[in-house]
Structures are given as C-alpha cells and as structure tokens.
C-alpha cells in the first residue's frame, strides 16, 4: 500500500523551531519529487515547498511565506521527508501535509500527474502560540 | 487572498450537475495545463481527483470531469450523489515555479 505518515507536530512558542517528518512507504522514494502543503484552522490549502529528486538535482522551491525561515530536506536511505521550520510565527498554526509531487511508482507501474498532488499523508497538526 | 479565485460554495440536488470554476491569470491557469482538483472531506486529507486539466487518475469516478478555457479552469460533477459533499480545490502551476491555490468551494448536496 502507498502510504505517507507524518510526524513531528506540536505547540511551539513564537519564534521557536521545530521538525516534521513523513515516513514514505509502498512506492519508490527516491524517484519521487514531494512536497509540503499545509491548512490553516477552517482555512483553505497553501503550498509550502517542493523537493526534487537526487537524479533531477534535490533542488527545492518554496512559498513566499516561508522562504528562508522553513527548509526542505529528504533521506533516500530512510525514505523520509523532512521538514524544518525556524522562526515560526503564529500564522504557521496548521495541519501539515506531506504528498508526493507529479507522480510515483509502486509495483512496476509508473503514474504521472505532472505538478499534481497525488499522495498525501493524514497530516500532522502544528500550533504556535504563546 | 489566494491566487486562484473559486466559488465559496456551489450546490446542486442528487442526480444534478454543477461546475466549480476556477480563475486564474496568464501566469497560472492560461500558461500551461497544469490545473489539478482536489476533494477534501472534513477532517480528512485532500485527493487528487483531476490533473492536468482534463486527466481523471484510476480510481475516480467518470462523473468528475474537468476543462480549461483562457485563465478559467471548471470541475464538473455529473449524477450528484450524497458522498460528493465535500470542499474542493484547484491548484495550478505558475510560472514562478511554484504552485498557486484556489481558496476551496464548498460543495452541499441538497
């Protein structure tokens, strides 16, 4: 079975630092860009950033939001997608979701849904507050 | 404010169809065709209905289907039934490199 699983979430004070991760299973990791989307309480969705893979240069793209405070990093040994938040705001009070960007494959089949989000974990929740 | 410009809400009776669009600018939704749709139960994480456009991944029902016309991409949903209460999404690349969400709408089945 596919499957992403996060973890990490919880209360942080403003200004504070913390580590999500996202445990990948079922499909090939490392052939997969991922990314990191996230829902503010009763508020839509927002793109957080993107990773891709080692063969297509790890490079990463991120919101404007939180460019430069939150950076992206994967372990293809671990098949583990991390997410490092600094300098958290409250405005980053969220459920956070890890998903596999533009496709995966799993079981000898490749899909591809060029920048769709097409796997996506259960969410971890992360409160800033004081 | 996001990016792309949804309904807040939509509805329609079981057995009905109804559109969500979707409005973008010549630099998301009009630059390529790269418009994904997402459902999202309350309290569950979003799926992937539509992708580019128009693709409908296995699994999904044939009655969603999707289009794009300018800077305007449409979700259709034909045959209403009850479990399609949910809110949807669109989600477009841009050519910042990034991509750009719709606020959601909040489809109710009467």
């Known amino acids: 079975e596919v499957q992403l699983v996060e973890s990490g979430g919880g209360l942080v004070k403003p200004g504070g630092s913390l580590r999500l991760s996202c445990a990948a299973s079922g499909f090939t990791f490392s052939n997969a860009w991922m990314s990191w989307v996230r829902q503010a309480p009763g508020k839509g969705l927002e793109w957080v950033g993107r990773i891709k893979t080692k063969t297509d240069g790890g490079t990463t793209d991120y919101a404007a939001p939180v460019k430069g405070r939150f950076t992206i990093s994967r372990d293809d040994s671990k098949n583990t997608l991390n997410l490092q938040m600094n300098s958290l705001k409250t405005e980053d009070t969220a459920v956070y979701y890890c998903?596999?960007?533009?496709?995966?494959?799993?079981?000898?089949?490749?899909?591809?849904?060029?920048?769709?989000?097409?796997?996506w974990g259960q969410g971890t929740t992360v409160t800033v507050s004081s | 404010q996001s990016a792309l410009t949804q309904p807040a809400s939509v509805s329609g009776s079981p057995g009905q169809s109804i559109t969500i669009s979707c409005t973008g600018s010549s630099s998301d939704v009009g630059a390529y065709n790269y418009v994904s749709w997402y459902q999202q139960h309350p309290g569950k994480a979003p799926k992937l209905m539509i992708s580019?456009?128009?693709n409908r991944p296995s699994g999904v029902s044939y009655r969603f289907s999707g289009s794009k016309s300018g800077n305007t991409a449409s979700l259709t949903i034909s045959g209403l039934q009850a479990e399609d209460e949910a809110d949807y999404y669109c989600?477009?690349?841009?050519?910042?490199?990034?991509?750009?969400f719709g606020g959601g709408t909040k489809l109710t089945v009467l």
């Open positions: 998903t596999t960007y533009g496709g995966h494959c799993s079981g000898g089949f490749c899909y591809y849904y060029f920048h769709g989000l097409d796997v």
């Open positions: 580019e456009v128009s």
């Open positions: 989600i477009s690349y841009a050519v910042t490199n990034t991509l750009v």
